[in-house]
Nanobody, 124 residues
Framework: QVLLVESGGGLVQTGGSLRLSCAASGRTFSTYTMGWFRQAPGKEREFVAAINWSGSNTYYPDSVKGRFTISRDNAKNTMYLQMNTLKPEDTAVYYC?????????????????WGQGTQVTVSS
């Protein structure tokens, strides 16, 4: 069992930055692939980023590549998402997830544990 809690969301202007955190409980955090997803109103939850257990491999969709950076600190049981050059279309609830899957997996069904989400709003 892994419990995940996101933090760091908020309101930011276009072009601004935010850093999301995902704190995990349990001693097995370092064995999971971790991912970030987001869901805008009326839209499907979509993949944003993933990182393998050691942090040596990451994967992003084109929509955020070059703007977002995922990282993790296994000693602190915490994962991060640094978001730069934010756009209004980045507005969504952001969720962190853990799964026994590959770092390039983008499917929600590959992740077993989910946080409650944190709201990110980018004003134009």
């Amino acid at each position: 069992q892994v419990l995940l809690v996101e933090s760091g969301g908020g309101l930011v202007q276009t072009g601004g930055s935010l850093r999301l955190s995902c704190a995990a409980s349990g001693r097995t955090f370092s064995t999971y692939t971790m991912g970030w997803f987001r869901q805008a109103p009326g839209k499907e939850r979509e993949f944003v980023a993933a990182i393998n257990w050691s942090g040596s491999n990451t994967y992003y969709p084109d929509s955020v590549k070059g703007r977002f950076t995922i990282s993790r600190d296994n000693a602190k049981n915490t994962m991060y998402l640094q978001m730069n050059t934010l756009k209004p279309e980045d507005t969504a609830v952001y969720y962190c997830a853990a799964g026994r899957t590959s770092y390039y997996s983008t499917a929600r069904s590959d992740y077993n544990y989910w946080g409650q989400g944190t709201q990110v709003t980018v004003s134009s």
